[in-house]
């Protein structure tokens, strides 16, 4: 499992609690610390810097509160066959409640779907979420395995 943009990583604790292989990947050093032991951890700037996982996939990726379009392609390529994409951020309307009211960390209507073009959408959901209220798109995808016939299930 990959986290990206992990920052004290609750997902990678979470995963880890499950007993999966996880890999945090974020910028800020203090807080890849505090996952000693618990994950593999790579210290990058991934918006100013070469991707640390070229030609890597992963059984899961999870990325939330985090949108850097320059890498959107990068993050969906990750996904292995059978695995899983969860995402998660922020899009437009969030500047009417709150941060982050960029534009350029705002998503696009309908923008994860068409991020994951080439991924088999499980769920996707996009509108205002309230306690905190915030506006976002989340989406739970999978890229299914050549050849296969149908459904498969996904555990996590």
Request: aromatic share 10%; net charge neutral.
């Amino acid at each position: 499992m990959l986290d990206v943009a992990c920052g004290s990583g609750r997902h990678v604790r979470w995963f880890y609690g499950r007993h999966c292989r996880v890999t945090g990947i974020d910028r800020d050093a203090p807080a890849l610390a505090s996952l000693a032991g618990f994950a593999e951890t790579v210290l990058a700037d991934i918006e100013a810097g070469p991707w640390p996982f070229p030609g890597r996939r992963f059984d899961a990726v999870i990325v939330t509160n985090y949108l850097w379009r320059p890498l959107l392609p990068t993050i969906i390529d990750s996904v292995a066959e059978g695995g899983v994409l969860i995402y998660e951020t922020f899009t437009q309307g969030n500047e009417t409640v709150g941060k982050p009211s960029n534009p350029s960390f705002l998503l696009r209507q309908r923008e994860l779907l068409q991020a994951a073009e080439g991924l088999r959408v499980i769920a996707f959901e996009e509108g205002f979420m309230g306690q905190p209220e915030r506006f976002v798109q989340r989406i739970a995808a999978v890229r299914e395995a050549p050849g296969s016939t149908g459904p498969a299930r996904y555990l996590l």
